[in-house]
């Protein structure tokens, strides 16, 4: 019987939490990495599962991307993640985001929450009645903090052009074809940025409504999502969840860069060798998708305004460039070479 311990991906986290409050339904999971550089900060996720095990494993992937994304980041924040697990009606109250914030303030600011996928502004509003451990939390126009997505968007955005330098030689996006999956909170802003800046997009979304109306807004192509990771296109640019980079896609993409801000993109630590053979440029996710945290940081951390933040986010391509010279250099993947460097940042190289 293989153990928690046992598990490939837990990777020696230093506490797993599994909530229970059978009053409003909440089933959640609270796992936290490293506290090496300061709490455990990362946003929650609201999910519904196939199996309790996928919810942990999401959980274990997610709190270590944390980990290496706030490290490398500059943050003085280690990495966690919460997951709560939806029923398949995907039933979500206030009293239930209440009993999550009580979960996040039972752990004494050992774990700082935020948005993730399926959570917004509001729920972490009831989350914060019963916490102070939280940011993203609804603020003034111009002011610090609020929804993450529109600062992940743009470091992915700058993260993209970074990566059309190096792999193409051009400064501007102007008439590249981008393949963006996903047509969310994250997707939309990259999308809506580089349409401005003149970039033909194709979007795809397993809700087709939703690809339509951010088609109709950036005068962009709707594709099927069967169809998205093999368009022929200069960059994929993920957006939506995970694991979707493995042997059988890879061999499959025809694209030279790889570049989105989907969590845990690679579905085992080999696929980021197997772009690096295929000679596709790959911009590790945590580190091309640190923008969000970089507000709620500076948010909860109250050490800087809106100003700081966005030269925080400037700062993301500077890092991408970083990795993919030390790929270069040593021949190693640039999955590889991040993940090394983030080791070492939170004491365990």
């Known amino acids: 019987m293989t153990t928690l311990w ?9 506490a797993v939490h599994l909530v229970t409050d059978q009053k409003t339904g909440l089933r959640a999971i609270i796992a936290m990495h490293s506290t090496h550089l ?12 196939a199996d309790d095990a996928d919810a942990l494993t999401d959980a274990l992937r997610l709190s270590r991307g944390m980990s290496f994304k706030n490290a490398m980041a500059g943050l003085p924040l280690g990495g966690g993640k919460g997951v709560i697990l939806a029923d398949a009606n995907r039933t979500k109250t206030p009293e239930m985001m209440a009993a999550f914030g009580r979960a996040v303030n039972s752990l004494g600011g050992k774990y700082v929450t935020a948005e993730d996928v ?31 997505g529109p600062h992940t968007s743009l470091g992915v955005f700058l993260g993209i052009k970074a990566a059309v330098r190096r792999a193409l030689g051009k400064s501007s996006l102007q008439g590249l074809h981008i393949a963006l999956q996903g047509a969310g909170s994250v997707a939309s802003g ?31 192509e709707v594709v099927a999502p069967s169809d998205i ?31 989105g801000g989907a969590n845990n993109q690679l579905a085992s630590r080999e696929d ?78």
């Open 229 to 259: 990771m093999t368009l022929e296109a200069d960059v994929l640019s993920p957006n939506a969840l995970g694991a979707i980079l493995d042997a059988e896609s890879i061999a499959a993409l025809r694209v030279p860069i790889v570049a």
């Open 190 to 220: 990259v999308a809506m940025h580089a349409a401005a800046e003149g970039a033909r997009l194709s979007i795809a979304d397993v809700d087709a409504d939703r690809a339509q109306k951010l088609a109709a807004a950036t005068g962009a």
């Open 38 to 49: 300061g709490p455990a900060a990362g946003g929650c996720r609201f999910w519904h599962y």
């Open 272 to 349: 980021g060798a197997r772009l690096m053979e295929r000679g596709i440029l790959y911009a590790p996710d945590y580190v091309i998708n640190a923008g969000g945290i970089i507000n709620v940081s500076t948010e909860y951390l109250k050490d800087g305004d809106a100003s700081v933040v966005r030269s925080r986010i400037e700062g993301i391509p500077e890092r991408l460039e970083t990795i993919w010279s030390e790929s270069q250099a040593s021949g190693r993947d640039p999955a590889t070479v991040a993940d090394a460097m983030a080791m070492k940042l939170i004491g365990r190289a």
């Open 6 to 14: 046992g598990l490939p991906d837990f990777d020696a986290h230093e």
């Open 118 to 148: 399926g959570i917004n502004v509001a729920d972490m509003t009831s989350v914060s009645q019963q916490t102070r451990y939280v940011a993203g939390l609804p603020v003034e126009e111009g002011a610090v903090g609020g929804d993450p």
